[in-house]
């Protein structure tokens, strides 16, 4: 008796340690499913593309967590305006259509840019211009039905347009503009119960990263949009990437950059990478060369402007003479020929773009510009990886 007891204990412990297992296995992976932060993909809408008739409604919010409005301006009162009367408000009952579409959708109203950053160094250099700005923002954004601002100022310091205002002293002034925005933010929630993004635009060189305290200003926005494309282009010597994901050994040119650097560059400055947001161009830059070497890469040229992808692939993908090849190393395509050289992204090279966000924990990615994607090629490969 006492032996089929001590068995009939054993089966009854051994049944409640399977049972234990069987419920709380479960149970832990839907917890460390519900830790996993979902990438940010945000995406910039040019006011102007509504001229061209791709408005607001036609972008597939499906895909996207934010949309950042480019561009409100800055008026001679040192306050946000509209940058463009005549469409503005027609696209912002637009937005709002579309966060009723797809509640979770936040929407930003990005100020400045590179043609209107003009007065930035002015409204941050005193306490009161600080003030004075943040709460028009705060206006402006309640009046419109935006969830934020996004602060693109180019550039503190050094850089951008040639007639921009710019002081040795925007360095510090930069995070002290931030911190009077999210004051503002802050005391309004108290009001409204709703949280206020505050996020930042920044270029993608070490000359931005020495010109701003990015180990300092993270603290008073919710994450920063790092621009890294624009890293070569026709204000250069030589052809080269638009976007480089990791640097080219082949490249022997004075500026040898790429994505990979920049990202390096923002962490060891201090700035956390889940707050980093990795930009990706829908675009791409067309050189016309007067060498056939190296299949254009890399060499001198006599002109060169910006294209959308979607003429790219309308006019040139594998048509008319061009041919399209992909660099392993810098993980990025082009296309050689008529001695014309295309830099471009493809929905290989955002792909690859996209795991690299993932696999460095970085915080998600934002598409410059969404109007020149309209059939959403590009778009389609960055959410199929990030999601």
């Keep these: 008796m006492g032996r089929k007891n001590n068995i009939l204990h054993k089966i009854l412990f051994y049944f409640f340690i399977v049972t234990l297992f069987i419920f709380y296995l479960p149970n832990n992976i839907h917890l460390k499913a519900q830790t996993v932060t979902p990438k940010k993909i945000v995406g910039y809408y040019g006011a102007w593309a509504a001229y061209s008739s791709f408005t607001p409604d036609k972008i597939d919010v499906s895909k996207l967590t934010h949309i950042n409005y480019a561009f409100a301006n800055i008026n001679q009162y040192n306050q946000i305006s509209l940058g463009y009367p005549d469409i503005d408000l027609s696209n912002f009952s637009k937005l709002r259509a579309l966060k009723k579409k797809k509640p979770g959708l936040k929407t930003l109203i990005s100020v400045g840019g590179w043609t209107w950053s003009t007065r930035f160094s002015d409204i941050a250099s005193t306490s ?83 010109n701003v305290e990015l180990g300092i200003l993270h603290q008073y926005i919710d994450y920063a949009n790092v621009m890294t494309y624009d890293i070569h282009g026709p204000w250069d010597k030589y052809t080269d990437y638009n976007a480089p994901l990791y640097r080219s050994p082949s490249n022997t040119n004075a500026y040898n950059w790429s994505v990979d650097d920049s990202i390096k560059a923002w962490t060891k400055a201090g700035f956390p990478k889940k707050k980093m947001i990795v930009g990706v161009p829908f675009y791409g830059y067309i050189y016309h060369t007067a060498t056939n070497k190296n299949y254009g890469r890399y060499q001198t040229f006599t002109s060169g402007q910006s294209i959308s992808y979607s003429v790219i692939a309308e006019k040139y993908l594998n048509k008319n003479g061009f041919i399209r090849r992909f660099d392993n190393t810098t993980k990025v395509p082009w296309l050689f020929g008529n001695t014309t050289f295309i830099s471009y992204d493809d929905p290989t090279s955002i792909a690859k773009k996209a795991s690299y966000i993932k696999n460095n924990s970085l915080g998600g990615a934002a598409i410059w510009e969404l109007s020149q994607d309209p059939k959403k090629v590009l778009l389609n490969s960055l959410y199929n990886q990030l999601k």
């Design 128 to 210: 009161a211009s600080r003030a004075k700005f943040a709460d028009s923002l705060v206006f402006f954004i309640d009046k419109y039905g935006f969830d934020g601002v996004d602060i693109d100022w180019e550039y503190p310091v050094s850089g951008g347009l040639s007639t921009n205002h710019r002081r040795a002293e925007d360095k510090k002034n930069f995070t002290l503009l931030l911190k009077a925005i999210r004051t503002k933010f802050n005391s309004r929630s108290i009001t409204t119960k709703k949280h206020y993004l505050l996020t930042i635009a920044g270029g993608s060189g070490t000359w931005y990263v020495n």
